[in-house]
């Protein structure tokens, strides 16, 4: 029994590591593929849930998924009402791996046909380029899971005389729940859902548990995947943690509905497929989950404003969406660099524009440029992480605007904190009219993004450097005739200077912005 038992062991052992092995190696494969049906798919929740659905099918894990997510949620990707489609999606797609062992996994047992092929695959591994040793990877993936249900089947089977339907908690209400929290807890603690659907297949198929029992330990099982969601949030945004609680919240409610309607579901199932058919208790799972989506779907609305109630508004940190997470996916982590870019040019871009059209408090606010440079400090060493590939020309071209953006932020911050030039420009004649249209653009950017703005600032740079040298000489003849004193001048073409770097910097800004918004907005990979 020993032999048995370690065996039973050691296959859930190998089942779970090709589980990550396969994810892994599908998530590099289709790592663009990925982002660009995430994004460009997720415009509602009906759209959001089938490209949640297929991604999930593909990568073969929920979890990677969501984790996926709530990074691009953090990084701006996509808003936190587009994920909840995703999240309906995601526990369809998951179901997948169900079907993969029920069909080809019990029924076929292909553990003896993997043994060869994870040769082929690991000298795919090591012979191969980049591309043919990650094909390697997901087939090594594919017959570690069939080499473990084979030994998963093979330990479970001596256990049929003693782990029997009778040994579990009965088929009543409160047996259930006890076998819904087991459920749970395995995968709490082996941190895959489909590692243990699997298991809860092989006890079916064995006569181990019954239809009921397999699937109250399935409904646990869901419930239980959310935690790595959770576990995803620590430390990231507001629109992080909604996501995470909305996909728990979304899990409880369909596994509640799916517990209820339990008894009756698998009664139904139990008269159409033959006793202890794994492809009975894989139905119950994806029929509770679509279920679940179809029922969600038209409320998709309210309970995104149900969530933003449990989590309300606060004041987020201009660089919360510099997820460390993200590096491994480059566009992704450019997009949270774009992100958070976005936020410190619109405070910059406030403040410098209420002062220039005469709105800002006049005692300039410290905290703020504090807060700012520390951001900027964040930035740049998130943006130093970032490893463009040098082959692929969208991502370098993304990061260097972004850097360039950067740069002019940082010297737009300096010149915004040099307050004592603004009352020279708005007091002169012919520089007044040039700082409140400034001004006026700048507020303009700060508050609704007008893709107009860079063109606009360019034309003001053209003409108040065309202006420069004309008021300069009249500031020096004004000098001579008496009109101005030397400090007058001196104060006037200081605040010229200050006036024609600050609208060089705000044009640069706003023109990389433009860039990268073009890039990003490309959304072919």
């Known amino acids: 029994m020993n032999t048995h038992f370690l065996a039973l062991l050691g296959g859930t052992g190998i ?41 999930t099918a593909i990568i073969q894990s929920s979890s990677a998924t969501m984790v996926t997510v709530i990074s691009f949620v953090g990084a701006g990707l996509i808003t936190f009402p587009q994920a909840l489609g ?49 094909i390697g990877l997901v087939l090594a993936g594919f017959c570690l899971i069939f080499i473990g249900l084979g030994m998963m089947q093979n330990g479970a089977a001596v256990f049929r005389d003693w782990l029997t339907p009778q040994s579990l908690p009965a088929d009543t209400w409160l047996g259930r729940f006890y ?72 899990n409880i409610i369909t596994g509640l509905a799916a517990f209820l309607f339990l008894g009756a579901i698998t009664k139904a199932l139990g008269s159409v497929f033959a006793a202890n058919d794994p492809a009975a208790l894989v139905t119950f799972h994806s029929l509770f989950n679509i279920l679940g989506a179809v029922l969600m779907l038209p409320v998709s609305g309210p309970f995104a404003r149900l969530i933003i109630a449990l989590i309300p508004s606060e004041n987020d940190a201009l660089t919360d969406a510099l997820d460390r997470r993200l590096l491994p996916d480059t566009l992704a982590a450019l997009t949270a660099v774009q992100t958070t870019e976005t936020r410190i040019a619109r405070r910059i871009f406030g403040a410098m524009g209420g002062r220039l059209s005469g709105t800002a408090h006049a005692a300039p606010d410290v905290s703020s440029d504090a807060e700012v440079s520390v951001a900027l400090g964040e930035l740049e060493t998130f943006l130093s992480a970032i490893k463009a590939d040098p082959d692929q020309a969208r991502e370098t071209s993304l990061f260097s605007a972004l850097l360039h953006e950067t740069d002019h932020l940082r010297r737009l911050l300096r010149r915004s904190q040099a307050h004592e030039f603004v009352p020279v420009l708005l007091s002169d004649r012919k520089l007044r009219r040039a700082a409140l249209v400034l001004g006026g653009l700048l507020n303009r950017a700060a508050q609704d993004g007008d893709r107009t703005i860079p063109q606009r600032l360019a034309r003001l740079e053209q003409w108040v450097n ?60």
């Open 466 to 525: 065309h202006r420069t040298m004309q008021h300069r000489r009249a500031l020096l003849l004004g000098e001579h005739a008496g009109i101005y004193s030397l400090p007058e001048v001196f104060a006037h073409t200081d605040a010229l200077r200050w006036l024609q770097r600050s609208l060089h910097h705000a044009a640069r800004i706003t023109a990389y912005q433009a860039e990268a918004r073009t890039l990003l907005e490309n959304r072919t990979p």
């Open 86 to 134: 995703v999240i309906y999606g995601a526990n369809i797609g998951t179901t997948i791996t169900g079907w993969i062992v029920a069909l080809l996994g019990l029924k076929l047992s292909l553990e003896t046909a993997a043994l060869p092929l994870l040769l082929v695959a690991s000298l795919m591994r090591t012979a191969g380029n980049a591309r043919v040793a990650r």
């Open 15 to 55: 089942f779970l590591f090709g589980m990550f092995v396969l994810t892994d190696a599908l998530r590099q494969l289709a790592n663009a593929r990925m982002r660009a049906v995430l994004t460009r798919f997720t415009r509602s929740p009906f759209s959001g849930a089938v490209a949640g659905m297929f991604t």
């Open 179 to 250: 076998l819904l929290l087991l459920g749970a807890v395995i995968t709490l603690i082996i941190q895959s859902s489909s590692a243990g659907v699997a298991m809860a297949l092989v006890l079916y198929s064995a006569g181990s548990v019954t239809l009921a029992q397999g699937a109250s330990l399935i409904v646990g099982m869901d419930v239980g995947t959310t935690a790595t969601a959770l576990l995803a949030t620590f430390g990231g945004s507001r629109n992080m943690r909604r996501t995470a609680v909305a996909h728990v919240v979304y």
